[in-house]
């Protein structure tokens, strides 16, 4: 069940993120120190928007997005917990691995998943994905379990939520 509900949502998220390839957000580090584009997407209304559809539930607020250490990130606050989403950009695919170890380390490595290189639900119930030399973390851990509506475990909110960016980073 929750395959078919990941590839409804990767289907259908890609109809709403579908645009004009000039239009696509574009995955080049920024001269300026500033994140990409494509990474600035993934605390957007578009994504937000998509979360909503699939988790059923609206965030009751979205905190202002950070950039630290390379790492662009955003909070969707519910009444009843907090699902963050960040990407870190890395330099190289070295970089990449090396961070993604670091992930694992940290939150441990459940199923891989379809979604992506080497995207994972960790043993949290959060998701790991990368594109090129881009890290996305889906942390589900503030979020009760299960959650939504109708409801889900966490692991699935995020497999859902990562399907939602992965569907708008086709083709950037």
């Known amino acids: 069940m929750l395959r078919h509900a990941v590839t409804a949502a990767v289907l259908i998220g890609l109809t709403a993120c579908a645009a004009p390839a000039t239009a696509r957000p574009t995955f080049t580090p920024n001269a300026d120190g500033t994140p990409a584009a494509g990474t600035v997407m993934v605390c957007s209304p578009e994504i937000s928007d998509q979360a909503t ?5 609206p965030p009751a607020s979205i905190t202002v997005p950070t950039w630290r ?4 990130s955003c909070t969707y606050v519910y009444p009843d917990g907090q699902l963050t989403l960040s990407i870190k950009e890395l330099s190289s695919p070295e970089e990449t691995t090396a ?15 379809s979604l992506g290189d080497g995207a994972f639900t960790t043993t949290n119930g959060s998701m ?12 589900t851990t503030k979020l009760p379990d299960p959650f ?5 475990d966490r692991a699935t909110a995020a497999n859902l939520v990562t399907a939602v960016v992965a569907a708008c980073w086709t083709g950037a």
């Open 53 to 57: 559809v699939y988790l059923g539930i």
């Open 69 to 72: 250490d390379r790492i662009y």
């Open 99 to 113: 961070y993604i170890e670091a992930l694992v380390v940290r939150f441990g490595q459940g199923p891989a998943t």
């Open 128 to 139: 790991v994905m990368h594109k090129d030399n881009k890290v996305l973390l889906v942390d």
């Open 148 to 152: 939504g509506d109708p409801p889900v």
